[in-house]
């Protein structure tokens, strides 16, 4: 849903660069910078949580689909649990970068002066959403006794 808000937001503001520079030779400045480190970012990482909640990750489970039923809770839970550590670290690290980013106001090299510190906690924003999303998913899985 959030992402994509940012999507049409980022279709929105490419078009008008594209026809501004077309109809008058002058553009939006910065598109490149606020599509790369703004659009971009949040639409892909704020939408972790969603995409793990639908059970839209891609999988690949071609033999467990042939194991009985407690193997492939088993092994969903096994992964669940992968997932919870996996995505807690990116969270935790991915929130320290955010810290770090933050205090130091983090900029790139542009024409202009362009922070790029707020897009940082879209990261671990994205991360805890996942890990929660997982949590739900393996709470969801152990009480109807199936993998999702």
């Not at 501004?20 to 703004?38: A, F």
């Not at 090299?109 to 671990?124: G, H, I, K, Q």
Request: hydrophobic letters at 55%; charged letters at 10%; aromatic letters at 14%.
């Amino acid at each position: 849903m959030v992402s994509a808000v940012f999507v049409v937001l980022m279709m929105i503001h490419v078009t008008a660069d594209v026809l501004l520079r077309t109809i008058s030779d002058y553009g939006i400045t910065g598109t490149l910078e606020v599509v790369s480190y703004y659009y971009m970012v949040c639409a892909i990482f704020l939408a972790f949580g969603y995409v793990e909640l639908q059970n839209q990750h891609i999988r690949v489970d071609l033999f467990v689909q042939q194991m009985p039923r407690s193997a492939q809770v088993f092994l969903y839970v096994l992964a669940c649990l992968a997932g919870l550590a996996f995505f807690g670290l990116l969270a935790w690290q991915s929130t320290l970068d955010a810290i770090r980013a933050t205090k130091s106001s983090e900029t790139i090299m542009s024409n202009f002066l362009f922070y790029v510190w707020p897009s940082r906690w879209a990261l671990p924003i994205g991360f805890v959403g996942c890990v929660l999303a997982v949590l739900c998913n393996l709470m969801k899985s152990l009480t109807r006794w199936r993998a999702l």
